[in-house]
Structures are given as C-alpha cells and as structure tokens.
T-cell receptor, first 111, second 115 residues
Framework: LAKTTQPISMDSYEGQEVNITCSHN???????ITWYQQFPSQGPRFIIQ???TKVTNEVASLFIPADRKSSTLSLPRVSLSDTAVYYC????????????FGTGTRLTVIP | NAGVTQTPKFQVLKTGQSMTLQCAQDMNHEYMSWYRQDPGMGLRLIHYSVGAGITDQGEVPNGYNVSRSTTEDFPLRLLSAAPSQTSVYFC??????????????FGEGSWLTVV
C-alpha cells in the first residue's frame, strides 16, 4: 500500500488559513497527489490534485516541493463548514488499487 | 447526474445471514471499488474491478464476494455475515486521464449492523 503520514488532528479558528502537510516518501515518478475531504456520515469527496509545484482551485491550494516527498494542502480562511477529515493519497505506482486512506487529519474549526 | 448510487443505506443483519450491497455508476468509469470504514478509521479497500469481467482482492477481502458483469454495476456480497463486518461501506468509481492522476467518486455509504 502507498502509505502516507499526516497529523492526526488540527484545530483552527474561523477565518484563519490552515495548512495540512502529508509525507509520501515512496511516491513514484508518475504518481499524482490527491486530497479528499470527508464529512461525518458521507463518502470522501475530491478536493484537489497535483503533480508538482503549486495547484490552486476555488477551495484550496496544493503545494508540492521539488522532491515530491511531501505536500501541503492549504485552506484559506476556514469556516465552521470546513470541519472534516482530510486525506492525502498517491498511487505508489501500482494504480488505484494501491491507494491508502489512513486515518487522515481531523480538522476542527472553532468559532 | 446520479454519480455513484448505493443501496440500501441502512441494513441490520443477523449473524450468518447473507446479503448484497448494490452499487451503480453512470459515469462510464472502468474502475470500481468497495471500501469499508470502521469508527475513527480510514477507508480500507475490500475488492476492486478494473473493468467488466475483471475483479481482484484489496486489503480486506475475506467474507466478501464481488462480480462485475457490466461497466455500471458492482455488487458486494456478504456470504455469511459476522459481527466483525459491522461497518460503513462505500462504493466508488474512478477514472484517470493521461495527464492526471486517479479521481475517485464515492457513493453516500451503506451502514451495516450485524447482530
């Protein structure tokens, strides 16, 4: 399994920027890094995906250094509705059957 | 746009009973999979399929069977339910473009309790 390491939990106040870092030391050359968000009682949903440098969409930014052994999901100005579990994944060169969700990072946004 | 549809959403089984969780996707994705998620844990892959007629085992396949007769459907069968199979089950489908990684779409989940 393509295992990742993330902090178990994080707390943040509303309006702050939150950065969640993930380590993926065994990432393969053709792997993309993908982040998912999961709310209670729902399936995970896609947030952002990237290969290198920086990717930004309407909800988040993803920063990937040159060695690609880690990545950082950045959530600007979080709100209470961003309270969720965040997972980072990569395929480990073996395809989608090698994805490892782990326990993710539980983000709690405080009023 | 239905995406990935799972049924039933809730089910209670007695130990030893069998049942099938249904999963259908309307996005023409080749890849489909089933995960289970226990309280406070991440998702673990049970079985997956890379196309109609092709299935394979994931991380925790024991006690489950799957089949893939069509691109759209990927049912998960519990052969003889055990309390250890009490969990939330998620079906997923995914695609990969030449210039991107896999993007996975999940169903809403099926809550299964085995008593």
């Amino acid at each position: 399994l393509a295992k990742t390491t993330q902090p178990i939990s994080m707390d943040s106040y509303e309006g702050q920027e939150v950065n969640i870092t993930c380590s993926h030391n065994n990432i393969a050359t053709n792997d993309y890094i993908t982040w998912y968000q999961q709310f209670p009682s729902q399936g995970p949903r896609f947030i952002i995906q990237g290969y290198k440098t920086k990717v930004t969409n309407e909800v988040a930014s993803l920063f990937i250094p040159a060695d690609r052994k880690s990545s950082t999901l950045s959530l600007p100005r979080v709100s209470l509705s961003d309270t969720a579990v965040y997972y980072c994944l990569y395929e480990g060169g073996a395809g989608a059957n090698n994805l490892f969700f782990g326990t993710g990072t539980r983000l709690t946004v405080i009023p | 746009n239905a995406g990935v549809t799972q049924t039933p959403k809730f089910q209670v089984l007695k130990t030893g009973q069998s049942m099938t969780l249904q999963c259908a996707q309307d996005m023409n994705h080749e890849y489909m999979s089933w995960y289970r998620q226990d309280p406070g844990m991440g998702l673990r892959l049970i079985h997956y399929s890379v196309g109609a007629g092709i299935t394979d085992q994931g991380e925790v396949p024991n006690g489950y069977n799957v089949s893939r007769s069509t691109t759209e459907d990927f049912p998960l069968r519990l052969l003889s339910a055990a309390p250890s199979q009490t969990s939330v089950y998620f079906c997923a489908s995914s695609y990969r473009n030449l210039d991107s990684g896999n993007t996975i779409y999940f169903g809403e989940g099926s809550w299964l309790t085995v008593v």
